[in-house]
């Protein structure tokens, strides 16, 4: 048996939670307040993901980036390989919000996204 100590990131309460795990399955889960801190703890310590935000350069705009983030959550495990993949990535205005700025981060099959707009100079 092992037991793994998280604080929940599903709601604004932070919860402290303890998953116990038999051969790698979850077997419990305590200390969570809504089924919100559940569901994470299970997802957290058997397949961990993340929404990764960053920016990325625009030529010809009123903003000299964008930021941009996964359309949907990504393996953690892949976090820096996919903020290397956008290094060298360079859009041209106008950018909307939603726009796919890079189609597939390092190879997870979900794209990054515009959040903001940026309106072409001139």
């Known amino acids: ?8 990131i599903g709601c604004p ?3 402290s939670i303890t998953v116990t795990l038999e051969q790698g399955e979850v ?3 305590t200390g969570n307040t809504c089924k919100r801190g559940d569901i994470y ?6 397949n961990p ?4 935000t960053s920016s990325v350069k625009v030529t010809g705009g009123t903003s000299a980036m964008v930021s941009v983030k996964t359309k ?14 956008l290094k060298d990535v360079t ?12 189609e597939n981060a390092a190879g997870t099959g979900i794209p990054f996204i515009a959040t903001k707009n940026v309106d072409a100079a001139g």
Do not use: H, Q, W, Y
């Not at 048996?1 to 929940?8: F, G, H, R, W």
């Not at 703890?41 to 058997?46: H, I, N």
């Not at 892949?78 to 903020?83: A, L």
């Not at 859009?91 to 890079?102: C, F, M, N, R, S």
């Open 1 to 8: 048996m092992e037991k793994k100590e998280l604080t929940c």
């Open 13 to 15: 309460l932070g919860c």
């Open 27 to 29: 077997t419990n889960v």
């Open 41 to 46: 703890a299970r997802k957290e310590v058997t």
């Open 49 to 52: 993901t993340r929404i990764v």
């Open 72 to 85: 949907e959550d990504i393996p953690k495990s892949k976090i820096f390989d996919c903020t290397a993949a």
């Open 91 to 102: 859009v041209t205005a106008p950018v909307k919000i939603g726009d796919i700025i890079l």
